[in-house]
């Protein structure tokens, strides 16, 4: 039991050494991308999609977050949601609770 808590202990200390991992990319649409190590002052991933559609990932920090920001490994993978996707949600919540 007690090897079970050592082994324990040492996979938190080891997992919270190497720090969160992002996406980035360095093309205008993000078509490549890449996993990279954030540094330690960096505890958010982030993607930006400018007004002329540019697409811009990577790591920043909560201070800096102004759009969609998470706090987990490769979680800025994922295209950000638009109006038609929660138009069809909220239609097919509608349908359901009519029917």
Do not use: E, Q
């Not at 930006?48 to 490769?74: A, E, N, Q, Y």
């Not at 979680?75 to 996707?85: E, M, Q, T």
Request: charged residues 15%; hydrophobic residues 40%.
């Amino acid at each position: 039991m007690k090897t079970l808590v050592t082994l324990a202990a040492l996979c938190v200390l080891f997992s919270a050494a190497y720090g969160l991992h992002c996406y980035t990319c360095t093309d205008h649409t993000c078509t490549k991308l890449r996993n990279i190590t954030c540094p330690a002052i960096s505890d958010r991933c982030f993607t930006i999609i400018t007004r002329w559609k540019v697409t811009s990932k990577g790591c920043g920090s909560s201070d800096l977050c102004r759009g969609p920001c998470c706090d987990t490994d490769l979680c800025n993978s994922a295209k950000h949601v638009g109006p038609s996707a929660i138009l069809l949600l909220v239609s097919t919540a509608i349908i359901t609770l009519v029917l």
